[in-house]
């Protein structure tokens, strides 16, 4: 079946329905969800990322935030929260996302030219990783990265992180992380509203999760 999402102009207003495929040919503007999760563990807070399936057709095998996807026309965006059900297994409350605000994208992917209004938000959940039950066709792992350790990562100051994972069908295991392994920027994008010091989005993001974790209220995009 087709999958319908909302197109949009630049600033957002919406211009109608359309089927995602063709939208993506024509190059229209369209929105979409990201959502990272951050959690208090022992030894300090920790980013929950998603591995994509090998099977998906972009970035397979990649770590990625821990739901993202598009928004079904007539969605708002806080209603993109069941991307985190459907890929990861577990719900979330609505009203527990963090709005950091909208990024602007454009870039080429297999699907066409991409143009996206993204909804980034972040959310605070300390549900262990044996909580999530991942949708195989979708996610083949879940990953913990430390904030700090992250930071320094997409900042080059370290080679790898250690991580602990859960794959699925597997039990429990740690594993090293480099920047090679998460899902990079994009390669000829346009980007408007990321104002990143360094470390691209995945370091403005980071950024953010820290200052969540440590109840600092000046999160934006």
Request: charged letters at 25%.
């Amino acid at each position: 079946m087709a999958e319908s999402i909302d197109v949009v102009d630049e600033l957002g207003r919406p211009l109608g329905a359309r089927d995602r495929a063709a939208a993506h040919r024509a190059g229209d503007w369209h929105r979409v969800f990201h959502l990272l999760v951050v959690a208090q563990r022992a030894d300090g807070p920790v980013a929950v990322l998603q591995r994509r399936a090998a099977t998906k057709v972009v970035f397979p095998g990649l770590l990625d935030l821990t739901a993202t996807g598009h928004l079904a026309a007539g969605e708002r965006p806080v209603d993109g929260v069941r991307e985190l059900r459907e890929e990861l297994g577990v719900d979330l409350d609505p009203a527990a996302l963090v709005s950091l605000g909208v990024r602007r994208v454009v870039d080429d992917t297999p699907e066409g030219r991409n143009r996206e209004l993204v909804h980034v938000h972040l959310a605070l959940d300390d549900r262990p990783l044996s909580a999530y039950r991942p949708d195989p066709t979708e996610v083949d792992a879940v990953v913990e990265l430390p904030l700090e350790a992250g930071l320094d990562l997409v900042h080059g100051r370290r080679p790898t992180v250690e991580c602990h994972a859960v794959e699925v069908g597997r039990p429990p295991t740690s594993r090293l992380v480099t920047v090679a392994d998460l899902v990079p920027e994009p390669a000829a994008a346009t980007i408007a509203g990321e104002g990143s010091p360094g470390g691209g989005y995945w370091g403005v993001l980071l950024v953010m999760a820290v200052r969540l974790a440590g109840g600092d209220d000046r999160l934006a995009i």
